[in-house]
Every structure is written in structure tokens, then in C-alpha cells.
């Protein structure tokens, strides 16, 4: 069964300001239950990392691009580069390996 | 409702304008690795305009645009969608926490509609009240550089050569990286969290059983497992910044 596109982006964008907008219009003070807290405080984290690992090995052409990328991210971010620079530092890392492997 | 604000709204406007060049310019560029991602998926380049229009969320756009990609169910794009923006929730509430309470709700629901990790840091970082001027500065720029980047991803992906590609769709990993190190570095606990989150990932990718599921789902599983485990081991150090 083949799905419409657009409805794919509706539903996603809807989900996305519902949670976004829900918080703010409704509470005015700080949640008190302990699990939710913490729970939500580890989320951006565990998201982020699962998705990263080992994915960012196999979005390359050459898999020792991909992890020399992730160390050398890992290294600029423990550092604090920006974002952006820590992307950059990434690309560049892979379109040089790549250069010599591939 | 000008009262409470320290500066008017034009000032407060600009303000957000020139705080949120850097923003948006780094977006642009970010984005533009989701546009190639996108494009994997079948997207058109306005898809990824929209998409990304609606969605201002680069983790939670990576993931529905895989699934997307895999022709996953609408439920599973929404569950997806929640789970990896599950920050938002944390980050709205702590805006929530800081905006006068006179706030009329069509400004609440705007100033939340662009919610994301540095428009809320720029936020956050100011004195007194959020003026939702001062955001709407911001927003102006963030927007356009997040929305059009993704559309000259999908655009100039197919024009570019494979090994611009293969070096671009690291940027969005780098990004994750960025997001979650430097907390790392600040909280031991966090740190070990992402080790486990590495080796429980790719466990989950090779394991028979859990590596035919889609990557989406995997996500959500892991992500609800683990962050509850860590939740309930190690609960909430207080007032972290993130």
C-alpha cells in the first residue's frame, strides 16, 4: 500500500507543535513528579545517541570514514565547537578519508 | 502588555534578528545534510521545504524521513515524531516557566512553534520575561535558513557527487554530537548513559530478532528503555542546564 507523502509531513508537523505548544498554554508550574523529570531530562540524550551509533558508520561510503568522524566529532563537541563547526569537522573528516580509501 | 518587558518591541525584534543570524546561517548549512536524506526517502524539494517549515526539528526530522523512506505506518511516523522530540515537552515547560503569565495564548503558541534547542537557548539566556518579539527576530531567520536548506539538499544531492554526499550526511551525526558531548562532559552519568546507548544500539542492530525491526521502532524502544532505566537509577540531577 503506497502512502501520501504530505500526509507523512501533516502528521509529523502536527505532533511536532502539539508537544511544543501543549506545555506552555497549560502549565505555569514546574512538574514535581520525579520519574517524568528525570525521565524527560535523559531523553534528548538517549535519542540522540542511539541514533547516531552505528548509524553514522554506515551512512558512509567507507566504514573507518564514518567512525574516525564520530571520534573526531566527539572530540570537537567534548571541547564545545559550535554545532556547526562540529559538522563541519565531521564532513571533513569523511570526504578525506574517502579521498584516500575509495 | 508592554510593561513587563525591559525593551520595546521593535528593540526586542532586533535583538532577535541579530542573535539569530548565526542561527539560522548554521542551519542552512545543517539542514542541507536532512535535504539529502530527504531526497533518499522520495522526497520533492518542497516536501523538504515543508517538512522542515513544520517540523524545525532535526532529530525528529531524521527520523520521520527514514521512516518515510521505509514506508513506515502514519502511527508509526506520529509515535516517532513524539518520542524524538520528547525534549520539546521539557524545554516548552521551562518557557512556560519564564513567559508573564498575561501572555496572550496566540503568542504562547507561537513562540512555541520554533521551539528548538538553540532558539530556546537564546531564549533562555535573556533577563526577565520572554518577549516573543525578541523570538519572532529569531525566528525570522532560523525558519527560511532551516526550511530552504533542507530544499537545496534534495535539490543539489542529485546533482552533487557521491563523495560530497557520503562527507555531507555525516553533518546531521556531527550535530547529535554537538547536542549530547558537552553535557556528557559536565555529567559522568550522562556520559556513561551514551556508551551504553552505543553498545546497546549496535547491539540492537545485529541481535536476529530486534535488527528486522524498522530502525524507527528500534529507536523508540531503546530510547523509552533506557531513559526510563537511567530515570529510575539515576534521578534528575537537579538544574542541569539542558
Known amino acids: 500500500m503506497s502512502r501520501n507523502i504530505y500526509i507523512y509531513i501533516l502528521v509529523s508537523g502536527l505532533v511536532s507543535f502539539i508537544i511544543r505548544a501543549l506545555p506552555v498554554t497549560i502549565f505555569r508550574k514546574p512538574i514535581q513528579n520525579k520519574f517524568v523529570r528525570s525521565f524527560l531530562y535523559y531523553v534528548p540524550y538517549v535519542t540522540l545517541a542511539v541514533m547516531t551509533f552505528p548509524a553514522i558508520v554506515e551512512a558512509t561510503q567507507n566504514k573507518l570514514a564514518g567512525i574516525l568522524a564520530l571520534i573526531a566529532g566527539t572530540v570537537a563537541a567534548w571541547f564545545n565547537q559550535s554545532l556547526f563547526r562540529v559538522a563541519v569537522i565531521c564532513c571533513a573528516v569523511v570526504f578525506i578519508v574517502e579521498l584516500i580509501l575509495v | 502588555m508592554k510593561t513587563f518587558y525591559f525593551e520595546s518591541k521593535k528593540t526586542a525584534f532586533k535583538e532577535g534578528l541579530r542573535d539569530g543570524l548565526p542561527i539560522g546561517l548554521g542551519y542552512l548549512a545543517v539542514s542541507f545534510s536532512l535535504g539529502i536524506l530527504a531526497k533518499n526517502s522520495g522526497l520533492s524539494p518542497f516536501q523538504g521545504f515543508l517538512a522542515s517549515l513544520l517540523n524545525n526539528a532535526s532529530a525528529g526530522e531524521y527520523a520521520v524521513f527514514t521512516l518515510i523512506g521505509a514506508g513506515a505506518t502514519y502511527l508509526e511516523v506520529a509515535l516517532m515524531t513524539f518520542v524524538a522530540n520528547a525534549r520539546y515537552l521539557l524545554m516548552s515547560t521551562a518557557v512556560s516557566q ?22 530556546f537557548a537564546i531564549a533562555m539566556n535573556r533577563p526577565g520575561y520572554i ?112
Not at chain 2, 513567559?99 to 538553540?118: G, N
Open chain 2, 98 to 119: 519564564k513567559m508573564h503569565e498575561d501572555t496572550p495564548l496566540i503568542h504562547r503558541l507561537a513562540v512555541a512553534f520554533d521551539i528548538t534547542d538553540e532558539l
Open chain 2, 131 to 242: 518577549n516573543p518579539y525578541y523570538s519572532y527576530g529569531a525566528f525570522t531567520l532560523a525558519l527560511p535558513g532551516w526550511a530552504f536548506g533542507t530544499a537545496f539538499g534534495v535539490i543539489a544531492g542529485e546533482l552533487m557527487p557521491l563523495r560530497l554526499v557520503s562527507a555531507l550526511s555525516v553533518a546531521l551525526y556531527g550535530m547529535f554530537l554537538a547536542c549530547i558531548i558537552p553535557a556528557a562532559r559536565k555529567n559522568r552519568i550522562v556520559a556513561v548513559i551514551i556508551l551504553i546507548c552505543f553498545v546497546l544500539s549496535y547491539v540492537a542492530s545485529t541481535v536476529p530478532v530486534l535488527a528486522q525491526i524498522s530502525s524507527g521502532t528500534r529507536t523508540i524502544i531503546l530510547t523509552v528503555v533506557i531513559a526510563s532505566l537511567a530515570a529510575i537509577i539515576f534521578p534528575y540531577p537537579e538544574e542541569s542546564d539542558e
